[in-house]
Nanobody, 115 residues
Framework: QVQLVESGGGLVQAGGSLRLSCSAS????????MGWYRQAPGKQREWVAT???????MYSDSVKGRFTISRDIAKNTVSLEMNSLKPEDTAVYYC?????????WGQGTQVAVSS
């Protein structure tokens, strides 16, 4: 089992920045990968970024170059630094962890970008 708690969402103007954090209930070295997904109103949940146990990072094309995923091993935390935010980035952002056969989700944090 992995419990995930997100924080850091909020309202920001277009072009601004936000930093999301996800705290895991166990060592992130015991988790195969962690990532972020988002779901905008009326749309399906979409993948945003992933960091693997080896530290390899991957991004969706829509956020590449603007978002950065990172981890703090000592704090069992994964963060998502979001820069140059656009109104289309507005969504509920969910932290995800994959460990063995399990797929775990946080409760989500709202990000709203005004134009």
């Amino acid at each position: 089992q992995v419990q995930l708690v997100e924080s850091g969402g909020g309202l920001v103007q277009a072009g601004g920045s936000l930093r999301l954090s996800c705290s895991a209930s166990r060592s992130i070295f015991s988790i195969n990968s962690m990532g972020w997904y988002r779901q905008a109103p009326g749309k399906q949940r979409e993948w945003v970024a992933t960091i693997t146990i080896g530290g390899y990072t991957m991004y969706s094309d829509s956020v590449k170059g603007r978002f950065t995923i990172s981890r703090d091993i000592a704090k069992n935390t994964v963060s998502l630094e979001m820069n140059s935010l656009k109104p289309e980035d507005t969504a509920v952002y969910y932290c995800n962890a994959v460990r063995n056969a399990g797929n775990y989700w946080g409760q989500g944090t709202q990000v709203a970008v005004s134009s």
